[in-house]
Each structure stands twice: as C-alpha cells, then as structure tokens.
C-alpha cells in the first residue's frame, strides 16, 4: 500500500511531517484534505487504525469547534459527522501506511508505523 498524508501545507507541523517522509525515501501521496474531505467511513477507520477518540482527532480551540457547540456533543458519530463536513477540525497530518495510521504531531510518531 501507498503512504497518504492528510496535508495542510500552511501547516509546519504537516510540512515537516511531509519532509520527514521524503527523507526516509517515500514519495507519499499527498491528500490536501482541506480541499478533499475524508467520508464518514474513512473517518472511522482511521480513528481505529489510531486507536482515538473522535474528540483526540479534534481541532478543540478552531473556531468552528466553539461556533457547533461541539464541546457539548458527547456523540461520536456526531463528532465524526462534524470532521466530516468541516475538515478544519480534524487535527494534522494524519498518515497512513500499509494498515497503520500516524498523526504527526510530533513529526516523528510517524516513523513507528513506516
């Protein structure tokens, strides 16, 4: 399988994520979610491959996390339909190889699952 960064390049978190890859000799390919949004579906299997919760995966101090409330939801499908809908919430980068996910904050906790 093909290694895939969720990607914000105005991200320095994401691009030195990005970077690290490279420098292990990947050419990943690049999703700038921002623009193509992950699914529902997509969204819950990568929780699972993280083993996190749908708030862990969750940008809390955006303002579109103040502005729905989200704070207030204790449902994780609701959490999950929000990441959906409004990818800015959805914390980054997020990598994924072979059947192993990462977020890269630090960078370097992506290179447990290379």
Known sequence: ?????????????????????????????IRLYLDNAPSVDELRAVLTKLGLTPRAL????????????LGDVSDDA????????????????????EDRAALGRPPEAVLDIL
């Open 1 to 29: 399988m093909k290694t895939v960064i969720w990607h914000n390049p105005r991200c320095s978190k994401s691009r030195q994520t990005l970077a690290l890859l490279k420098d292990k000799g990947l050419d990943p390919d």
């Open 58 to 69: 969750m940008r809390t101090k955006e303002a579109d996390y103040r502005e729905q409330a």
């Open 78 to 97: 609701a959490l999950i339909a929000a990441m959906a809908a409004t990818p800015k919430l959805i914390e980054r980068p997020v990598v994924l190889h």
